[in-house]
């Protein structure tokens, strides 16, 4: 499945999602709604110094809450995707769809667009 139709088909289950993005190992944009691909790279590099600091592994997944929104991050083989959301959303939901969507594109022969 393309990046796009990936995107599509996340939007249509996922009402709650304000702004996403899908990118590939380079942090290059495959799609997009809203900004949010151009603060990936600030979002998993902040992700991953803290787990360094703890002496863990780069994260996989990771979520921060703030007062109005929610943002969620997913790694999944070489591809990430980036998310706010409104608050007060499942947490797992997010994740889960976000990996699915990551794996949608992963097993389509075309990532971009």
Same mark, same amino acid.
């Given at each position: *499945?393309t990046?796009?139709?990936?995107?599509?088909?996340?939007?249509?289950?996922?009402?709650?999602?304000?702004? /996403?993005?899908? *990118?590939?190992s380079?942090?290059?944009v495959?799609?997009?709604?809203?900004s949010?691909?151009?603060?990936?790279?600030?979002?998993?590099?902040?992700?991953?110094?803290?787990?360094?600091?703890?002496?863990?592994?780069?994260?996989?997944q990771?979520?921060?809450?703030?007062?109005?929104a929610?943002?969620?991050?997913?790694?999944?083989?070489?591809?990430?995707?980036?998310?706010?959301?409104?608050?007060?959303?499942?947490?797992?939901?997010?994740?889960?769809?976000?990996?699915?969507?990551?794996?949608? /594109?992963?097993?389509?022969?075309?990532?971009?667009?």
């Amino acid at each position: *499945m393309t990046a796009d139709a990936a995107l599509a088909e996340l939007l249509d289950v996922s009402t709650h999602l304000r702004s /996403v993005a899908l *990118m590939d190992s380079d942090g290059h944009v495959l799609a997009e709604l809203g900004s949010v691909g151009a603060d990936s790279a600030a979002f998993w590099a902040a992700a991953d110094a803290a787990a360094r600091q703890l002496g863990r592994p780069p994260v996989s997944q990771c979520e921060v809450g703030l007062p109005d929104a929610g943002i969620f991050g997913v790694r999944e083989r070489g591809l990430s995707a980036i998310a706010v959301t409104d608050t007060g959303v499942t947490a797992g939901l997010v994740f889960y769809d976000l990996r699915e969507t990551l794996r949608n /594109v992963i097993g389509g022969s075309d990532a971009r667009g």
